[in-house]
């Protein structure tokens, strides 16, 4: 059984949206949550990338955001999270961006689990 924990270095009050793929054999279960909320938590087991995992927004709620990826019928989840600032003409950070593309078994296309979350410090 594998399980990957991703912290997402998200303020409480920033607006948070996300899109969430899969294209794997076993199932898969991502959540979505914090301290104070749990934003999502979806299963899907199909080679086929559509329908999308999880798609939607919100207001980050708490502390300690937290992505976790759930694969149970695979020994180990690999991949490594990137993260970019989202910034003004002027060089001001007014977000962030977190990609994470997984592989769960061995041959290594790290297409079975796809996240990608953004996070601005104001909505509208």
Same mark, same amino acid.
Not at 2 to 16: E, K, P
Not at 24 to 49: C, E, G, M
Not at 94 to 115: F, M, P, R, S, W
């Given at each position: ?20 793929? *899969?294209?794997? @054999? ?7 949550? /914090?301290? !104070?909320?749990?934003?999502? #938590? ?37 991949? *490594?999270?990137? @993260? ?7 060089? /001001?950070? !007014?977000?962030?961006?977190? #990609? ?25």
């Amino acid at each position: 059984m594998a399980t990957r924990l991703f912290s997402i270095a998200v303020d409480a009050g920033n607006y948070i949206s996300w899109f969430v793929t *899969t294209q794997a @054999s076993f199932a898969v279960t991502v959540t979505l949550k /914090d301290d !104070v909320k749990q934003y999502f #938590t979806k299963t899907k087991q199909s080679r086929n990338i559509e329908p999308p995992l999880a798609l939607d927004a919100a207001v980050v709620a708490g502390s300690n955001l937290q992505m976790i990826v759930d694969i149970p019928s695979s020994t180990a989840i690999l991949g *490594t999270p990137h @993260s970019n600032d989202i910034l003004t003409d002027k060089g /001001d950070i !007014v977000g962030k961006e977190y #990609t994470i593309c997984l592989e769960d078994e061995k041959d290594q296309d790290y297409n079975d689990v796809a996240i990608s979350i953004i996070a601005w410090k104001k909505k509208g």
